[in-house]
């Protein structure tokens, strides 16, 4: 038997007390997803489409990309207690710092997106640019479109690992600490970048495109998730410990163990759902029943990607490494 | 260069938490936070029981996850005193830094944002006193001093006792050292 009397309230009588929350589960998130369109979106554009030239295949989903990621970084700045301070993250580099590495890392990957979204933009829908300056700038861009498509996909798999690898590096939280989770984050990110693609496409080709991708991805995800779980069930105590919130089924921990219940329900449904539309016979125009189905499978991929982010974001502060 | 270090004798720790007090008052730390605590562990059946008192603080680490982690480089290590202390005014509340401390040694100050914690008092070290906990304790429980001085009472105690240190598996080489802490399992 062991009682313990602490003086004072503090972090260690209220494990999470000022650490992160929602705010940063959300960025994370919008992270991962401007990352997902970023590497999806170059994916379609770099590869041959079979009976047409190649060029750019998803160009509205692309310009979505910096913008979701300008609004993610809306939510880590309201996460800051200093906020005036901000400024001092681009006054220094610091190597060892994976926040500083994401903080520079946003600065390039928003301008340089927004360049790639603008290559894209084909010339018969170049007049939605609006201003006379954009619709020259992509003019000129659309030249090195390959190019710019290819860094971006190197951009998006920068930013996909850095969402995990900020939360991972940290020892003192064991349900973080996990060499794979800057892993399952590029794979969710990827999937939910495909997701956000698929509701958004016009072309039937793209939106079936994408959903065979984002097959392998879910199927990717799901095993990731198990070896996640997994290796910290094998790990030292504080990792074995750590992910008892989730399959604790008690009252205090029912939302984690409802956050694994969704995943164990939502990710392998979206992925049977997407088998069976890729089995289906698709005409060159998708009916309105085949877009809904595939627009509720993408919806369920964008929510299980936000659950995760959520539960570990929450749990990883409830265990302490030992 | 110097390198300062406490050394924790439970041995002689009665758990009056006059150091909380003396602490709290020297550096006006805010409402419902603390710097340093004192943990009361009872272990055992009654009525056999077995009590640790335990001081807490940060552990000054030689290998700070803390400072590695802070994006600003806010947070850092004085090469002179080997204290982990806080350039306030770079801060920007973060909270990489509280994430990342495995001793939960850092807390918000809530009324300016930066992620404050014990100093070691680097302010009466300049001076030439001792810690404002160091100096009221009046077990002389905490002990305080510089352990590249070989014949400073630190250094002298930790040659001549066996000694621990907090969560040595973390890898964080803490400077706060325990004589007598009840060993666990
Ligand atoms: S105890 Fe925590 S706050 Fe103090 S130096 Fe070590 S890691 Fe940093
Ligand atoms: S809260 Fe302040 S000291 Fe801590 S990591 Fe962030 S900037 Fe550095």
New binding site residues.
């Given amino acids: 038997m062991t009682e313990v009397t602490i003086t004072g309230i503090n972090s260690i009588t209220y494990p999470h007390l000022d650490v992160w929350n929602w705010l940063v589960a959300i960025y994370l998130f919008l992270g991962g997803l401007s990352a997902g369109i970023l590497i999806m979106s170059a994916i379609a554009n770099l590869r041959k489409w079979p009976g047409s030239a190649s060029g750019p295949h998803c160009e509205k989903g692309v310009m979505f990309a910096p913008f979701i990621l300008a609004f993610g970084m809306l939510f880590i700045f309201l996460d800051l ?1 200093r906020k005036a301070n901000m400024f001092w993250f681009y006054l220094t580099l610091q190597p060892t710092s994976p926040m500083s590495w994401g903080a520079w890392g946003i600065m390039i990957i928003i301008p340089v997106s927004f360049l790639y979204a603008l290559s894209t933009a084909p010339p018969e829908s170049r007049h939605n640019l609006r201003y006379e300056a954009l619709i020259k700038l992509s003019e000129m861009l659309r030249p090195y479109m390959r190019r710019l498509a290819m860094i971006s996909f190197g951009l998006g798999i920068f930013l996909g690992i850095y969402t995990g690898v900020l939360l991972s590096n940290m020892l003192a939280r064991p349900l973080w600490n996990s060499p794979i989770l800057p892993v399952l984050f590029l794979t969710s990110a990827a999937s939910t970048g495909a997701a956000f693609l698929i509701i958004v496409a016009r072309r039937a080709a793209v939106k079936l495109f994408y959903t065979k991708l984002d097959i392998w991805l879910i199927f990717a995800e799901i095993v990731i998730i198990v070896l996640f779980f997994y290796g910290q069930y094998n790990s030292s105590a504080s990792s074995k410990a750590s992910i008892m919130p989730f399959f604790a089924l008690t009252h205090e921990f029912f939302l984690y163990f409802l956050a694994v219940f969704l995943m164990a329900v939502l990710l392998p449904l979206a992925l049977v759902m997407k088998l069976i539309e890729m089995r289906e016979e698709h005409a060159d125009v998708l009916s309105e029943a085949t877009i809904f189905k595939m627009n509720l499978s993408a919806v369920m991929v964008l929510t299980g990607g936000l659950i995760i982010r959520l539960a570990l974001i929450y749990a990883g502060q409830l265990v302490k490494f030992m | 260069m110097s390198k300062y270090v406490m050394v924790i004798d439970q041995r002689r720790c009665i758990g009056c938490m006059a150091c909380i007090v003396a602490c709290k008052a020297e550096n006006d730390v805010p409402e419902e936070h603390f710097r340093t605590r004192v943990i009361q562990e009872v272990e055992g059946q009654f009525p056999k029981l077995r009590m640790e008192l335990r001081s807490e603080l940060c552990n000054h680490c030689d290998n700070p996850p ?1 400072v590695y ?4 480089g ?2 850092y290590k004085d090469k002179e005193t080997g204290m982990v202390l ?1 350039k306030k005014n ?9 994430a990342s401390c495995p001793y939960d040694a850092r807390y918000i100050d809530p009324r300016h944002g ?2 404050d914690k014990c100093t070691f008092c680097s302010h009466r070290v300049a001076k030439g006193k001792e810690p404002a906990c160091v100096q009221t304790c009046i077990g002389r429980s905490r002990i305080f001093g510089d352990i590249e001085d070989p014949e400073s009472e630190v250094s002298v105690l930790l040659r001549e006792h066996h000694f621990e240190v907090l969560k040595p598996a973390a890898g964080t080489e803490p400077k706060v050292y325990y004589i007598n802490r009840i060993l666990k399992g």
Avoid: W
């Fill in positions: 207690e | 803390c982690n802070c994006p600003t806010a947070s806080l770079r801060c920007v509340g973060c909270k990489a830094c509280i930066y992620a």
